[in-house]
């Protein structure tokens, strides 16, 4: 346990329907972010915030995806009228910000939210 | 039809076995550099990192091997055991401070007991 922790651990939804996904990261850290994982694949970078901001979004994060962190805490992901191509793996990690290059970068990754669209 | 992506490289070793993980980089820019260890069902877990102005960093049981020349990274693994059975992916980082890796395709360790 990274004391990382997202809920739900799986989701199954039918096309179209909207789903959020919950990340709790930990408590210390001030960077959290989100990644998409198919199987056989390494994690793709989806978001990141750092505290509430939302500093950066990859391409790859579609209209349909929105990411809060309203608090700087814990954050949601979610995804509306999703699609079979969105079935994968949703990851979380956080980290603390260290100064560039010279601190260490390790990030906490989550146990992942299995998402299945039918 | 063809599942892309499901075949994963594999590496075979006998506990005890010294084993060796290979990673190809893609960006010359990167200058840090980091091995995952995700077991089934869990996410990624860090293993060790290393920083381009270095060829070769040690930890508990494991050493990465830098070779910018041909953009190649390596994990030892010393006395492998049952335990490290699990995907290992590398994973890249460019200058910049938003150390948003850029993950590898990943191999799958075997250890048989």
């Known amino acids: 346990d990274t004391g990382v922790s997202q809920d739900p651990r799986h989701k199954i939804t039918k096309r179209g329907q909207n789903v959020t996904f919950r990340c709790d990261p930990i408590?210390?850290?001030?960077?959290l972010y989100w990644y998409r994982q198919t199987l056989g694949q390494g994690p793709e970078f989806l978001t990141y915030?750092?505290?509430?901001?939302?500093?950066?979004k990859s391409r790859l994060l579609s209209d349909r995806f929105s990411a809060e962190r309203p608090k700087g805490s814990f954050s949601t992901l979610e995804i509306q009228r999703t699609e079979q191509g969105d079935s994968a793996m949703y990851l979380c990690?956080?980290?603390?910000?260290?100064?560039?290059?010279?601190?260490?970068?390790?990030?906490?990754f989550g146990p992942g939210t299995r998402l299945t669209v039918t | 039809g063809e599942s892309v992506g499901l075949h994963l490289p594999t590496l075979s070793v006998q506990e005890g076995d010294n084993s060796i993980i290979n990673c190809a980089y893609s960006?010359?820019?990167?200058?840090?550099f980091i091995w995952y260890k995700q077991e089934s069902g869990k996410g990624p877990q860090f293993i060790i990192d290393?920083?381009?102005?270095?060829d070769k960093r040690q930890g508990q049981r494991v050493t990465v091997l830098l070779n910018k020349t041909v953009k190649h990274l390596s994990l030892q693994i010393a006395a492998t055991q049952p335990g490290d059975s699990a995907v290992y992916f590398c994973?890249?980082?460019?200058?910049?401070?938003?150390?948003?890796?850029?993950f590898g395709r990943g191999t799958s360790l075997i250890v048989h007991p």
């Open positions: 290393i920083r381009s102005n270095m």
């Open positions: 990690a956080s980290s603390l910000r260290g100064d560039y290059p010279n601190a260490a970068h390790e990030q906490y």
């Open positions: 960006n010359s820019a990167s200058d840090y």
């Open positions: 994973a890249e980082n460019t200058p910049g401070g938003s150390y948003i890796p850029t």
């Open positions: 915030f750092q505290n509430e901001a939302q500093l950066e």
């Open positions: 408590s210390e850290h001030n960077r």
